[in-house]
């Protein structure tokens, strides 16, 4: 005989613990929201019509929406670890990529929604990669820390097109990242035995992408 079959109907709650798990979605009506594995749009006005988009095989680490609500980008832990980016308006999977270990720390929009950034997590990926929304093929990739011991990445911002001396836009992108920087301080001499005290401070890396070539020099690197 046909075997019985359950339909998720009605989700509630959310991961409410993750840094980036809610967007307000840019038509006003809806949200996107993470719960678990699975990736939620819900009606504002209408708390029951919530549509239910299900890829990933392990709890969802962080959510994205573009500037114009075209895309939805969200990553995962876990040993897949993938980057999924999906098409708002059909409601489907657009473009899965399958380049992170361990999880993915941030996903992040490019202001004029031509490319996608994604950050792993440090320790177990600290690679940073850049994706073309018009392919989804990979357009840079790079580490994302100095030192995956003692630096990690735990947000990401696009700051639109590098300028020029004139202050005129280039074809070159900026975004920035920043996260957690931690120092060992070592107090004594030879004589006094030594102690150490842990400092934890803020690192922000600034990026300057070239979309053709796929370069992107470390501009510079301000800790707090």
């Known amino acids: 005989g046909i075997e019985p079959t359950m339909e998720l109907e009605h989700a509630i709650g959310f991961s409410g613990d993750l840094r980036k798990c809610l967007m307000f979605h840019p038509n006003g009506r809806d949200m ?3 719960a678990g594995g699975c990736l939620i749009v819900a009606d504002l006005l209408d708390p029951h019509n919530q549509v239910f988009l299900r890829g990933h095989d392990d709890f969802i680490t962080t959510v994205d929406v573009s500037p114009s609500g075209r895309y939805i980008a969200s990553g995962q832990r876990g040993e897949n670890a993938d980057v999924i980016v999906w098409d708002f308006e059909e409601k489907r999977l657009l473009y899965r990529m399958q380049s992170h270990d361990a999880g993915v720390a941030v996903v992040a929009f490019s202001h004029d929604e031509k ?3 994604s950050v792993g997590v440090t320790p177990g990926d600290n690679r940073l990669f850049v994706w073309d929304m ?4 990979m357009n840079a990739q790079s580490n994302a820390v100095q030192s ?3 630096q990690n990445t735990m947000c990401a911002v696009w700051g639109g097109f590098f300028k020029d001396i004139k202050r005129r836009d280039t074809s070159n992108y900026m975004f920035a990242t920043a996260g957690k920087k931690r120092y060992t301080i070592l107090f004594g001499s030879e004589h006094v035995k030594r102690s150490q005290h842990v400092h934890n401070s803020c690192s922000i890396r600034i990026w300057c992408l070239d979309p053709v070539n796929g370069a992107w020099p470390v501009m510079g690197e301000n800790v707090n």
Do not use: P
Request: hydrophobic share 60%; glycine share 8%.
């Open 32 to 34: 996107v929201y993470a």
């Open 115 to 117: 490319l996608l950034l």
């Open 148 to 150: 995956v011991d003692s």
């Open 134 to 137: 018009a392919s989804g093929l």
